[in-house]
DNA sequence: CACCAGGCTCCGA
DNA sequence: TCGGAGCATGGT
């Protein structure tokens, strides 16, 4: 596993590179600072080894990804390191709202003061793991809220998503547990219940926060990326290793102006 | 000033 | 069912 490729190539929004190759970040509920060489000992703890999907066999997805097409074979050898992070399902589905018509710096930060960190808080310099002084808010606590009380996150438009997101979860309208194992149509149907998701929120919800690595988040960005870099090539012949094709796309048309 | 950012809702034909 | 404006906010 690439730590940087991996924590860097836009799955996830709450790690922060305080120095080069050094990165801190919060996962449920604990706060940690690592840079590549603490990923062999730390994989040793089973929370950050599930965390970093340490035992799936990318080596395999990598191989049926690049016979599907040389460009493929290109954008895997180049992508190759990066895994996809099972990350809490409810932090995923917000961050992807949040997401929406939006990049990446101004999402990190609205997740940041989601979270409670304060826009002039120093970046956390500690090299050792512990509890979180700024965990991702539970939906229960958000519930309750109104828009007005959002107003300081500055996300604009998507704070009524947010909320209806909470509540959704939170009554069980959504039981996004259930969505693991459930079809992925049947999946895709049920986050889209929640205004404010729609395809490609739910396939990234899907795809980040329960690890339906058959889940493809499309877009006509994407569309337009197949297309052009990789014709006749067509998402289902990704299988299960979809979520991960996607990811490796989106890093080769990025390098490909 | 216009345009864009890992989209979606809402409206009209 | 499809297309396109509008949406909050911040950066370039």
Redesign the pocket.
Known sequence: MNLRKTLL???CFRWKEIAPDVFCGTVGGRSVTLTQQDIPPLTKNPFWRQYFDMDTDYQTFNQTLANLHPNLREAAVCGAGIHILRQDPWEALCS??L?????????Q?IISRLCGEDDTMPPCTKLQEGPAAHPFPRPEALAGLSVDAL?P?????????VLDAARKVTDGTVNLEELRTAPLAEARASL?Q???????????TLL?GLHRMEAF?M????KR?MKQWFPGVNPADFGPAAGLA??Y??DY?RRHP
């Open positions: 190539c836009g799955q992807f709202i997401s929406q018509n939006n990049n990446i710096p101004r999402i930060g107003a996150l500055r996300c604009g438009f998507r704070a009524r998503y889209m929640i205004v404010g998701v729609g395809p490609k929120v739910a396939d990234c980040y988040p877009d006509v960005w994407m990326a996607q990811q796309i989106f048309a």
